[in-house]
Every structure is written in structure tokens, then in C-alpha cells.
């Protein structure tokens, strides 16, 4: 069906196909035709007609090639926003209804997430979905930008994301998880007996950072213990760690889940690290305050908290070894 929107402007009529306007956000967004398409469920033929049409509309090129990518044109950057906002409006019109039943959805649910908690929710969750919304999908979409704004919710349901990021919207608990120390079987340094922290010295690290590079929290609390430590690799992220270290005499500090979960198909080592150095990252769940009371994304809040004990704690093989402090140096 098509939905015709005229708007008079200066005693000149325009015309505008409502349902262009989430094509538009999607290769705005995406800037590029396969993408889209992708997103939209579309052929890409299909997809670059509608950016034929919507060029045609504007009478402007949208997106243009550079290289091997294609970028918004000045035109398309400052329409963008005022298309978020837009989407951001019509999404609770379109979506809500009074009643959810998942049984019998067929929608598609899209989640943003870090890369670690994309790793350890994504399998358990589609268990959820599989149990109790076994016609809906789901979609696991990279962590917004933070720009202090509910922008991002115009194409999200939920973001989950660690507490202290600024993320925006309602939010509530999930989990809370902690750091230990991962390494592999024939680390020649934490294979013997009586691994100390002071060992981690001589040992070459790889180090992800969640927010800026220059922002490690697990590193500062080393340094600040008089534990030097030596950077091998640094890499935005969390989920690629063990597959970094797996093989290697590298270690690395990862969340008690990842390295339960990177166990089960990697040959690593899980060490504690002592009470006094525990680092908790408490892990919430947020939405835009207009869907506090939206049946649908209450289901999916309820589902996500129905997953959390699915979620692992124990590494596969041996248990972690406790990591003894062998001297104390000032800090």
C-alpha cells in the first residue's frame, strides 16, 4: 500500500511516499546498497531502485562512491538526524500494540551489545526465543555512538551495555560479572605450580578497551600495585582475546563469562585473581522511557533476565587457580 504524504511549502505542493522512509534510514544508515538490502529484505536490485527513487525525490546523489566504499553527501549528512528523529516518532505508533503474543510473533527483535555480550547472550537467548517466541527473530546490532541522546533507539529495541558508559533511556540490573586472568596450557611462566602475580611481569599481554584506549581499568589497577606489564597487542573489544591468546605465552584479563564460554572450544587456563583486585562489571539492560509499558519490549526485557541463568560461570576442564601474590611492593 502506498502512503502518499503532501506538504505545502510556499504554495508548492510536495509529494512523499511514507513508505521510502525506512528505506531511507537503512542506506542513510548504512551506506551501502548490499546492506541495506540485507537489512531491508530486499534484492539489491530491488534496494537500488528505491535509492533511484529517493534521489530522484531529493535531487540529490545520497550516496556516492569513494573508492571502495560510499559515503553520504553533505545533503544526505544533514538529512539524517532530522530521519532518525522521525523514525525515533513513528516506531512506537507502528510497533505497539496492546497485547504481545510471542507464541504467535513473527517480529524481529534487534539488540545492541559489546562484542563479549554478544558472544555469551546470543546462543542462550535464541534458546529463550526458540522456547517461547519460536516464529520472531533476533538481531544483535554493535553499540550505538554515544552522543547523550535516545536517537539511537529509532532502529534498536534494547541496548545492553556495562554501567558508567552513559548510555541513555530506563534501565534495570541484569548481571554482574568479573575479571580473571586467561592463558594458554603451555604458558611456560603460569604452568608451574605457584603462579604469582608477579610472574605477569615478564609475560607479554594483549589488552582490549571498551570506551578509549586510553581507558583500561584492569591495567591501572596493576600498575597501581607496582605490577608492571608489557603490551603485546591492543585491540578494541573484548570477545577477541582469547582466541588472541589461545597458542600463545600472552594472557589476558577477560570477564569470568567470556572465558567460560572461549573454554569450551579453546585449550585455556583460567586463573583468580586475589579478593583484593576484584574487578566487577555490573552489565544493564536500557529502553527508551516511551516503551516502559510496551508488551513487546517487556517480553523481551523478561527474556533476556529469563537467560541470564543459562549464562556460564565454570571453564570447562580445571577449575581456575588462584593467583598467590609472592611480595608486596609500594605503589
Known amino acids: 500500500m502506498v502512503h502518499i504524504h503532501e506538504t505545502n511549502i510556499g504554495g508548492i505542493v510536495v509529494k512523499f511516499d511514507l513508505n521510502m522512509l525506512h528505506p531511507l534510514h537503512v542506506l542513510l544508515e548504512e551506506r551501502s546498497v548490499t546492506r541495506a538490502a540485507s537489512r531491508l529484505h530486499l534484492s539489491q536490485p530491488a534496494t537500488s531502485a528505491t535509492l533511484g527513487r529517493l534521489r530522484r525525490h531529493y535531487d540529490d546523489e545520497l550516496l556516492v562512491r569513494a573508492g571502495r566504499t560510499m559515503q553520504l553527501t553533505p545533503f544526505a549528512r544533514d538529512l539524517l538526524p532530522a530521519v532518525v528523529h522521525v523514525m525515533s516518532q513513528l516506531k512506537p505508533v507502528v510497533d505497539r500494540k496492546q497485547s504481545f503474543d510471542p507464541l504467535n510473533s513473527e517480529r524481529r527483535f534487534v539488540i545492541a551489545s559489546t562484542d563479549y555480550l554478544t558472544a555469551i547472550l546470543a546462543g542462550p537467548l ?27 533507539f529509532a532502529s534498536l529495541d534494547l541496548i545492553v551495555g556495562p554501567v558508567g558508559f552513559g548510555i541513555p533511556g530506563n534501565s534495570s540490573e541484569l548481571f554482574t560479572d568479573d575479571f580473571v586472568l586467561i592463558a594458554s596450557p603451555d604458558n611456560e611462566v603460569l604452568a608451574r605450580a605457584h603462579a ?18 586510553d581507558q583500561d581499568g584492569v591495567h591501572d589497577l596493576l600498575r597501581r600495585a607496582g605490577i ?25 584479563f577477560v570477564p569470568r563469562m567470556l572465558a567460560a564460554k572461549a573454554s569450551r572450544t579453546l585449550e585455556l587456563m583460567t586463573f583468580e585473581l586475589p ?54 611492593r609500594d605503589s
Open 228 to 252: 608492571g606489564n608489557t603490551v603485546r597487542a591492543r585491540l578494541f573489544g573484548l570477545a577477541t582475546l582469547p582466541l588472541l591468546v589461545a597458542g600463545t605465552q600472552m594472557v589476558a
Open 126 to 152: 535464541l534458546e529463550t526465543f526458540a522456547q517461547e517466541a519460536p516464529g520472531a527473530s533476533l538481531e544483535f546490532a554493535p553499540q550505538p555512538s554515544r552522543d547523550g541522546t535516545l536517537g539511537a
Open 275 to 328: 579478593d583484593a583486585m576484584s574487578i566487577p562489571m555490573a552489565e544493564r539492560v536500557y529502553w527508551h522511557p516511551r516503551d516502559e509499558d510496551d508488551p513487546a519490549i517487556e517480553w523481551l526485557r523478561g527474556a533476556l533476565q529469563r537467560t541470564v541463568p543459562m549464562l556460564s560461570r565454570q571453564p570447562r576442564g580445571a577449575a581456575p587457580r588462584k593467583l598467590a601474590r609472592t611480595h608486596v
Open 196 to 213: 604469582s602475580l608477579d610472574d605477569l611481569e615478564a609475560l607479554p599481554h594483549a589488552v582490549a578497551y571498551l570506551n578509549s584506549p
